[in-house]
């Protein structure tokens, strides 16, 4: 893949170029595209793009060129809730019964080809795409269980959030491990999960690199009509799945909790769409967004997308709801803002962390920041630092030590927080950006302010 200023392009070698020729020719890309399970892919010539440009590590040139459309933010699955990883599966087995009913299967089975954009749910690896052979074996199977499925059961069968272990291993779990995790009664008392989870474990302890034979493989041979029903009953199976988690969070319900009357809650909105509208915003993070009642203020004085990042998985489920429900340009991300996600993978480059895959055009910071100095002891310099860095304007909320929100904070602290107070706040936004505009809570002596990035 290469990022060529704002085109996105991936490049075809030798090696691919016949499988990528012969899926290509079947019109299957197409279809696929137009029931919205792949991504658009137009193929460029060198005349477009320079294929010079596109030289592999080894020095190849392509033998060919497809250009994508540029989704606005790359996500990657430790940052989705329970709804979005199974929609992602879901989506996933839905084109792999689709190709194969076209005489085309997929190579492998990761989410990171699953992306969300503006316009839906689409896997974005069009070369993993080749012609289908008599008598195969889903050869992606086993990542599609480390990396959808046994996150999936995680949290369906536990309660246990699934986040963690896969932001904690990029390649997803060992059916091995994972079955010591998930209740016995589950696995040996279910067919799905003494088939796909206890004695898929046991064949990916014998079938490991080290032993596989190739005579092994060629022993896996499948028929046609199996493999679509495995894909199918996986398919059923994932989509009657529940997330277990019992406890509804505090944030849940924080919209109807908190010190805000009802004209507070106008005013706060009213500010933000002013603010929306009068720069023209493209693309918005909206921090600590909770279930994403701003951003929806935003997105309908014409803001292009929102992502809503938060750490509180019941208001990010009902988030998406609202995504899916009002066909909004909003996407929810898990990402705890004091610890966001992280490069990681191959010489940390192969996820990449927040601040490396996208710029917002601007951002909300709406009640985060005294979580951020009190809850997790940041200094509020940093902070402020931190927030102006995410985009070169945003609306920042600040809350006084007097807020009953805050007083509950600092009864748990024993911490002098002596730089918590509006004068050093706003000496720190001034050494980094200005204040365009502001309003004052006389209820509360909360303070929203606008501002733009100096520097």
């Known amino acids: 893949m290469f990022q060529l200023g704002d085109r996105v392009v991936r490049a075809i070698y030798s090696a691919g170029m016949a499988n990528y020729r012969s899926v290509e020719e079947t019109g299957v890309l197409s279809e696929l595209v137009e029931q919205g399970f792949l991504i658009p892919a137009r193929e460029v010539s060198p005349q477009e793009i320079d294929y010079a440009r596109l030289a592999s590590p080894r020095g190849d040139v392509p033998c060919a060129a497809i250009e994508h459309p540029r989704i606005p933010l790359i996500t990657y699955p430790y940052e989705w809730t329970f709804s979005q990883l199974k929609d992602a599966a879901v989506a996933h087995l839905d084109l792999q019964i689709f190709a194969l009913d076209r005489n085309c299967v997929l190579t492998d089975a990761t989410p990171y080809n699953m992306q969300f954009s503006d316009s839906g749910l689409f896997h974005i690896d069009v070369l993993s795409l080749r012609p289908y052979r008599e008598g195969e074996y889903w050869v992606g199977y086993n990542q599609f269980c480390r990396l ?34 998930l209740p016995k009664t589950k696995r040996l008392l279910s067919l799905n999960g003494l088939l796909h989870i206890t004695i898929h474990a046991g064949s990916e302890r014998a079938n490991s690199s080290s032993t596989l034979k190739a005579t092994d493989k060629a022993a896996r041979s499948l028929p046609r009509r199996r493999y679509r029903a495995m894909l199918t009953e996986m398919r059923a199976w994932i989509n009657g799945l529940e997330s277990g988690r019992k406890s509804k969070s505090f944030w849940n319900e924080y919209s109807t909790t908190n010190s805000y009357t009802d004209h507070m809650r106008d005013v706060k909105r009213a500010f933000v769409a002013k603010f929306a509208r009068d720069h023209d915003v493209i693309s918005l993070w909206d921090i600590g967004g909770n279930m994403g009642d701003f951003s929806a203020v935003a997105l309908a004085e014409g803001t292009r997308h929102a992502v809503v990042i938060d750490t509180d998985l019941d208001s990010l489920e009902a988030a998406y709801v609202r995504r899916k429900r ?130």
């Not at 940093?382 to 807020?403: H, I, T």
């Open 148 to 181: 959808f499925l046994v996150p999936l059961l995680i949290e369906a069968w536990t309660g246990v959030p699934f986040q963690p272990f896969l932001k904690g291993s990029l390649d997803g779990m060992k059916l091995s491990d994972a079955q010591y995790l």
């Open 326 to 455: 009002d066909g909004l340009h909003l996407l929810p991300l898990v990402m705890d803002c004091a610890d966001p996600s992280a490069c990681a993978g191959w010489n940390q480059e192969e996820r990449k962390g927040l601040h490396q895959r996208a710029n917002a055009d601007a951002s909300l910071a709406l009640a985060v920041v005294h979580h951020l100095c009190v809850g997790r002891n940041i200094p509020l310099q940093e902070v402020v630092e931190w927030l102006v860095s995410l985009a070169p304007r945003g609306v920042v909320e600040f809350v006084p030590k007097e807020d009953p929100m805050v007083q509950q904070m600092l009864a748990l602290r024993d911490v002098e927080f002596s730089d918590y107070h509006e004068t050093a706040f706003r000496e720190y936004v001034g050494q980094v950006g200005r204040i365009t505009a502001e309003h004052r809570f006389s209820e509360n002596g909360r303070l929203l302010i606008s501002y733009e990035r100096s520097r």
